[in-house]
């Protein structure tokens, strides 16, 4: 079983719609967790960190985690062409990350 | 520039060369990890340091690679004797002090072997 698993997608939405990413992760013990951006040929952005269940949000995004089903997901609201990209979800255990294989997100105009 | 920086940008070596990859840490922060990326596939942990220590090296391969923070100056990952199946890019990610920190990554190095 993956640490991470997440749908590798396509996922297309819309312009101005909500996009939901989704992932799962294995180990109970996991107490930190992280949402990244993946533009092509780029390096990781960070976008959100959630630590306590349930949601946070931060202008049109939310994180959202559920830790007794051990999920966590983020949803974009008012997606935008711009929001196109590949979305990494990442789990914090011992201080090393491990990371989902990433969501592709296209955002259609 | 206060963010994480990573030199070269891009490296071309033959097989058999050595690399050698540099990051410098986000100012204020004193932890760094390397992450490998491999063409459609997710980052991978390599290893966690601190300055003049290994922290955590559970992600490196057992051969040929080596990473170390020295008191002064840039962390360093170290690939002897490279092979084809080295090409990847190399992220480095800094934190600050405490567990469970959010990392922030540098913009990466391709390593390219011929």
């Known amino acids: 079983q993956k640490e991470v698993e997440q749908n590798s997608g396509p996922l297309s939405v819309p312009e101005g719609a909500i996009a939901s990413l989704n992932c799962t992760y294995s180990?109970?013990?996991?107490?930190?967790f992280f949402w990244y951006r993946q533009y092509s040929g780029k390096s990781p952005e960070l976008i959100m960190f959630?630590?306590?269940?349930g949601d946070k949000e931060d202008g049109r995004f939310t994180a959202q985690l559920n830790k007794a089903s051990q999920y966590v997901s983020l949803l974009i609201r008012d997606s935008q062409p711009s929001d196109s990209a590949t979305y990494l979800c990442?789990?914090?255990?011992?201080?090393?990350?491990?990371f989902g294989t990433g969501t592709r997100l296209t955002v259609i105009p | 520039n206060a963010g994480v920086m990573q030199n070269p940008r891009h490296l071309v070596r033959r097989r058999g060369q050595e690399a050698r990859l540099r990051c410098s840490p986000m100012?204020?922060?004193?932890?760094v990890y390397w992450y490998r990326q491999l063409p459609e596939e997710g980052l991978k942990f390599m290893v966690y340091?601190?300055?003049?220590?290994?922290?955590?090296e559970s992600g490196m391969p057992k051969e040929r690679f080596s990473a170390e923070f020295p008191k002064e100056g840039p962390s360093i990952l170290r690939i002897q004797q490279v092979v084809r199946g080295d090409s990847a890019a190399y992220f480095c990610?800094?934190?600050?002090?405490?567990?469970?920190?959010?990392?922030?990554f540098g913009d990466g190095t391709r390593l390219s072997i011929l």
């Open positions: 990610a800094s934190s600050g002090q405490g567990t469970n920190q959010p990392q922030h």
């Open positions: 180990d109970r013990g996991s107490q930190s």
């Open positions: 959630i630590y306590s269940n």
């Open positions: 990442a789990v914090n255990r011992a201080n090393n990350l491990f």
């Open positions: 100012k204020g922060h004193s932890h």
């Open positions: 340091l601190q300055k003049e220590n290994i922290i955590d």
